[in-house]
């Protein structure tokens, strides 16, 4: 399976939604717009940021539809996943194989703590169900189990599992997944954003940033300074993108990337409820942030 397109900045696109909860279109376009002028290499829709688990399979079917029509074929699409059941993941991976998605991504199933074997099970028997690539998303913060290197070494040995995005924070774990699977042609994509650069010099091939969302062409600036050589130039990008992945504490996950979104001009709405806004006093603290860094 050729995988050498999954690589780079892929934004976790958020998903504009209208007064009732659905799908806002036109905000979605524009989105897409944004990410792919900013030099982006692939865009992941459904993702965290995109609030997959405030709309049904409906909406995620045409945030995903709307997706791949305005990208129109640019840089790859990949479709994430977040249902705790394995019976449920399969009908979405078919879901996004049936739509023309280019990859998905599995985040393990969150509420429950599944042992190692029950976590190889659920991601086997999605990936037996799709002929797609399969990325798995490692956030044991959001989800509260965590994918250890011995299961993901397991993992990386099925045909269609070509790599992981890792979002636990630990460089010591992003560095043995690398390590362990490097012979494998496994692709580890970095997942915190204060951790792109660290990542690409251990060998991660790229990373998965809520921030490019907002500011995408620094992000892309942090990879394409490290793969030209030049190390100086990529840690000024990582140190200048660094406060603002800092200020998403400023209101409830994942509010801040919308609310930076719409401070800079994208009009992107509101968070799905029950997420509502940041304080007028901390959005004024991610307005100056945002100016400092040259995005408003």
């Known amino acids: 399976m050729d995988t050498g ?12 939604v209208d007064a ?19 030099g982006v290499h692939g865009i992941l829709s459904m993702g965290s940021n995109g609030e997959f688990y405030g709309l049904d399979h409906e909406q995620q079917e045409r945030a995903v539809r709307i997706t791949l029509d305005q990208v129109g074929g ?16 399969v009908k979405l ?11 998905i991504t599995i985040l393990p199933p969150m509420f429950l703590t599944p042992n190692e074997d029950e976590l190889y099970r659920h991601f086997r028997t999605i990936a037996d169900a799709t002929p797609l690539p399969v990325l ?6 959001r989800v509260g189990n965590n994918i250890t290197v011995r299961l993901m070494e397991r993992l990386a040995d099925i045909p269609n599992i070509v790599g992981v995005k890792d979002s636990s924070g630990d460089m010591t774990l992003t560095a043995e997944y690398i390590r362990r699977t490097r012979e494998k042609g496994f692709k580890v994509m970095a997942g915190r954003d204060v951790m792109i650069l660290g990542s690409l010099a251990y060998g991660a091939v790229g990373c998965v940033a809520s921030t490019a969302n907002i500011v995408p062409a620094l992000v892309v600036d942090i990879y394409n300074k490290f793969m030209s050589g030049d190390l100086s130039a990529a840690c000024e990008a990582q140190f200048k993108l660094a ?12 509010v801040v990337t919308k609310e930076a979104m719409n401070l800079i001009g994208l009009e992107v709405g509101s968070s799905i409820l029950p997420n509502t806004a940041a304080t007028e006093e901390n959005r004024k603290k991610l307005r100056a942030i945002l100016t400092e860094m040259g995005a408003i």
């Open 20 to 38: 009732e909860e659905c799908v806002e279109e036109q905000g979605l376009r524009r989105v897409v717009e944004h990410v792919i002028a900013g």
């Open 136 to 141: 798995l998303y490692n956030n044991p913060d």
């Open 74 to 89: 640019r840089v790859p699409v990949y479709m994430g996943i977040g249902a705790i059941a394995t019976k449920e993941c």
């Open 243 to 254: 406060p603002l992945r800092m200020a998403f504490n400023l209101a409830s996950f994942p």
């Open 93 to 103: 991976a078919r879901m996004g194989n049936n739509l023309g998605v280019q990859a």
């Open 5 to 16: 397109w999954i690589r780079g900045v892929i934004p976790p696109i958020v998903t504009p």
